[in-house]
């Protein structure tokens, strides 16, 4: 067997090369990376696709529903808002369609994706290369979250872009009838709708902190993933409980659908000023717990 | 040992685990710059809790540990660009191809160039042999492939250290035959390689320095020329009369002699003043077919079971 020498011959020192510092520039190669990564994946498309699928659904049942009667009611208040203006203007789709996802589908959409972050890179091991390449910890939970921020974005625009297409092949488009009864123009509706758009984006980033922080406490991508979603439908249930109406105000979801008010001429902005604030709280605190956990734990995975 | 400061130095290090096992304890390690150390234990014994430690994944409970001269983990972003490490097996990304992974690692340095990581990526590529799977999901992957790609993961920069948990786990003889001598080509590039392993006959194949762990404790650090020669070597003789030649050796004075099997007898080397080519000719002459005369050397085994009392078993 042979032996391995002790080699004592002079050695060529590994080449110092080329100072290597950190450019800004360069650390938005981690973002992009993880954004990438995150679309690519099969799980995320599918939810997109679920995302995709919901106005078409609306659209189609509305058209369904009304097409015997003609132009339907002006303002029933019976089933998810604006539902019934959708066979006078195909635009009204776009904000039937974000009312309806709002609640459950893009929350649970951006639970599975926050909620795996963390964990999901734990769980298979990955997270320990990131971190000895290093990604460094505080930097690479910045970009988890700001990348799941963006996914926040492209699923409400996947929504909206969706209900718009499928509003503008089915119905008529026009001027639009706010809720305080003016009428304003097709292209002032449509810059409403972007408004609308960014407004539930911004809703969903309490919830994308929350889902980070619980991703920070496991190994297992799933477990994140439930219990965020989990947490989500019992928060949910908890504001609909009269009796718990005083904690109601503290809850992610509260203010969510006050995205409607974007819609009244003037803008009401009351309500929406309280949704910003309260996601602003959660993101402080769950974002500040999620570091805390990240940058202290021990990754044994 | 060497002149230049250690690449590796542990003081006491130690970490306790929540449920309050003692994985590594009063760790003091010196790896020398340009050696290839081996890192040897069985398993459990705290390599992998110490090679975490080291690359600041998790916090020591007690004690210090310094990588190319910085500490750990407070230095991590500084000094880590400059290592490379495989720990516990190569992790990837099963959804994205080979080629892909690299990239995404890279792009997780940030100290990598963008502009050259295409071209780093394919050279990784190329000194592990994975050019022509690059493209292949690395779901798809075998585990050998897998380990490939983990080490060309390590390679993306020009490291000065190598960090290498078990290399050539699931490798097939021939892999593991390359990724020795890559091992041995990149320290001749004057990369100090720092390589865990339960293999024994690995460690004493390519690596100048060497240390063994046991039950969270190091029990011995040095060159490998220098452990192995603490121990002795043995004489065996393979002959079908196992019985006469057994009782020969005894009388001429030669310790802790064994018959092993059907036609093995061994024994400890015979004092220096004693010819072995007379000790044959003494065993043919009284009548013993010898088949097989040798003076084995000692391996690192010998030493490390001299060393321990020990044999090489999975710590309880």
């Not at chain 1, 969706?162 to 008529?172: E, H, I, R, T």
């Not at chain 1, 947490?231 to 109406?245: E, F």
Request: include cysteine; charged fraction near 20%; glycine fraction near 12%.
């Amino acid at each position: 067997m042979s032996r391995a020498e002790v080699v004592e011959a002079p050695r060529r020192d590994p080449e110092p090369g080329p100072a290597r510092r950190p450019g800004v520039l360069w650390s938005l190669g981690l973002f992009r990376s993880e954004l990438v990564t995150v679309l690519r994946r099969w799980r995320t498309l599918a939810l997109l696709v679920v995302l995709a699928a919901v106005p078409i659904l609306i659209g189609i049942a509305v058209k369904v529903d009304t097409g015997g009667r003609g132009g339907g009611g002006g303002g029933g208040e019976g089933g998810p808002a604006f539902l019934t203006q959708i066979t006078n203007n195909g635009l009204f789709l776009v904000f039937a369609a974000l009312a309806a996802t709002l609640p459950v589908f893009l929350p649970m959409a951006v639970g599975v994706v926050a909620g795996d972050a963390v964990a999901g890179e734990a769980g298979s091991g990955t997270l320990r290369y990131l971190l000895v390449a290093p990604a460094g910890r505080t930097r690479l939970l910045l970009a988890k979250y700001v990348s799941v921020l963006a996914f926040c974005a492209i699923a409400t625009l996947v929504v909206a872009v969706s209900a718009l297409a499928v509003g503008a092949l089915l119905f008529p488009l026009g001027e639009v009838t706010t809720i305080s009864g003016t009428q304003i123009s097709f292209a002032d509706g449509l810059l409403r709708a972007v408004a609308i758009a960014g407004v539930v984006a911004v809703s969903l980033s309490g919830m994308a902190a929350l889902g980070l922080f619980i991703s920070t406490l496991t190994n297992s991508g799933i477990a994140a993933m439930a219990t965020t979603i989990g947490l989500l439908i019992t928060v949910q249930i908890l504001g609909q409980i009269p009796q718990l109406h005083a904690i109601g105000p503290y809850l992610f979801p509260h203010y969510w659908l006050s995205f409607a008010d974007v819609l009244r001429q003037p803008v009401y902005w009351d309500q929406l000023v309280k949704n910003f604030e309260l996601q602003a709280l959660y993101v402080a605190v769950f974002g500040s717990a999620a570091w805390a956990r990240f940058t202290t734990k021990d990754i044994t995975a | 040992m060497g002149n230049s400061p250690a690449v590796i130095e542990t003081s006491g290090l130690s970490k306790r685990f929540r449920g309050g096992q003692l994985a590594v304890n009063g760790l003091d390690l010196t790896v020398p710059r340009g050696s290839v150390f081996g890192f040897l234990g069985p398993n459990g014994s705290g390599k992998t809790t110490t090679i975490r430690m080291l690359m600041g994944l998790i916090e020591p409970t007690s004690g210090t540990a310094r990588l190319l001269g910085s500490p750990m983990p407070k230095a991590a972003r500084a000094v880590l660009p400059r290592v490379g490490a495989l720990i516990e097996g190569p992790a990837l990304y099963g959804f994205l191809s080979g080629r892909d992974n690299l990239l995404r690692y890279d792009a997780a340095d940030p100290t990598a160039d963008p502009r050259t990581r295409t071209a780093r990526v394919g050279a990784a590529l190329d000194r592990v042999g994975l050019t022509a799977a690059a493209g292949k999901k690395a779901r798809a992957y075998s585990l050998g492939m897998k380990q490939r790609l983990g080490l060309a993961s390590a390679l993306l920069q020009q490291r000065e250290l190598l960090v290498l948990d078990e290399p050539t786990n699931g490798l097939d003889p021939q892999g593991m035959r390359e990724i020795r001598s890559l091992i041995r080509e990149l320290a001749e590039d004057g990369t100090t390689v720092f390589l865990s392993s339960h293999l024994l006959d690995e460690i004493e194949q390519v690596c100048s320095h060497a240390a063994v762990m046991n039950q969270g404790r190091l029990v011995v650090q040095g060159e490998v020329a220098e452990l192995a020669a603490n121990a002795r070597g043995r004489l065996v003789v393979t002959t079908p009369d196992t019985g006469a030649a057994a009782r020969l050796l005894k009388e001429r004075g030669i310790a802790d002699v064994a018959v092993a099997g059907e036609d093995r007898v061994s024994s400890e080397l015979p004092p220096d003043e004693m010819e072995l080519a007379d000790l044959n000719a003494e065993l043919v002459r009284a009548g013993v077919r010898v088949r097989g005369f040798t003076a084995e050397r000692a391996s690192l085994e010998d030493a490390f079971v001299a060393l321990t009392g020990e044999g090489f078993d999975v710590a309880g």
